[in-house]
T-cell receptor, first 108, second 115 residues
Framework: KNEVEQSPQNLTAQEGEFITINCSYS?????LHWLQQHPGGGIVSLFM???GKKKHGRLIATINIQEKHSSLHITASHPRDSAVYIC??????????FGEGTQLTVNP | GAVVSQHPSWVICKSGTSVKIECRSL??????MFWYRQFPKQSLMLMAT?????????EQGVEKDKFLINHASLTLSTLTVTSAHPEDSSFYIC???????????FGEGSWLTVV
């Protein structure tokens, strides 16, 4: 079992739909990161969470430390949101362990 | 704003040769940088932690003599893939934390193809 599990692996949505991507982890962490990877490979950090909830534009990330679970929500999805979304947990020394990613495709 | 720049973006080399990839932090100093590798349709895997002024810390299974890491300054870390083999073909990406804002920045990544 991987230390970081994401679901779903693939997600196809219609423009405007509300999207949720889930992440569960099994180790003690200092923080959890949500990342976005575009087809060319470049990675952008979306959120870093250690508790509660954060919002940036149409993106919302939540974390439940007791349940070792985090969710990334996208409201009013748009084709430009199509990318791979990666959950990564941070342990000692700023080391990151990554989930396998969720491929999101938003169709117009 | 803070950025991590990685070069080259794409490189093709012959088997047996060495390839150097650079990772620079712009506008901030990074005492620690991280090198990751990603094979197609797989998750990113940490290869090593690059420490400024000292030896890198390698993850289990990563050959330190094959993947040479040098972190000679607070803004530059290099990864050299020595005696490259086709199985080293992969996407290599670095990251660094900007301690001022506690944000992790990733380089653009480097696609290595060994022929």
């Amino acid at each position: 079992k991987n230390e970081v599990e994401q679901s779903p692996q693939n997600l196809t949505a219609q423009e405007g739909e509300f999207i949720t991507i889930n992440c569960s982890y099994s180790v003690g962490i200092s923080a959890l990161h949500w990342l976005q990877q575009h087809p060319g490979g470049g990675i952008v950090s979306l959120f870093m969470l250690s508790s509660g909830k954060k919002k940036h534009g149409r993106l919302i990330a939540t974390i439940n430390i007791q349940e070792k679970h985090s969710s990334l929500h996208i409201t009013a999805s748009h084709p430009r949101d199509s990318a791979v979304y990666i959950c990564a947990v941070e342990t000692s020394g700023s080391r990151l362990t990554f989930g396998e990613g969720t491929q999101l495709t938003v169709n117009p | 704003g803070a950025v991590v720049s990685q070069h080259p973006s794409w490189v093709i080399c012959k088997s047996g040769t060495s390839v150097k990839i650079e990772c620079r932090s712009l506008d901030f100093q990074a005492t620690t940088m991280f090198w990751y590798r990603q094979f197609p349709k797989q998750s990113l895997m940490l290869m090593a932690t690059s420490n400024e002024g000292s030896k890198a810390t390698y993850e289990q299974g990563v050959e330190k003599d094959k993947f040479l890491i040098n972190h000679a300054s607070l803004t530059l870390s290099t990864l050299t893939v020595t005696s490259a083999h086709p199985e080293d073909s992969s996407f290599y990406i670095c990251s660094a934390r900007d301690s001022r804002g506690n944000t992790i920045y990733f380089g653009e990544g480097s696609w290595l193809t060994v022929v």
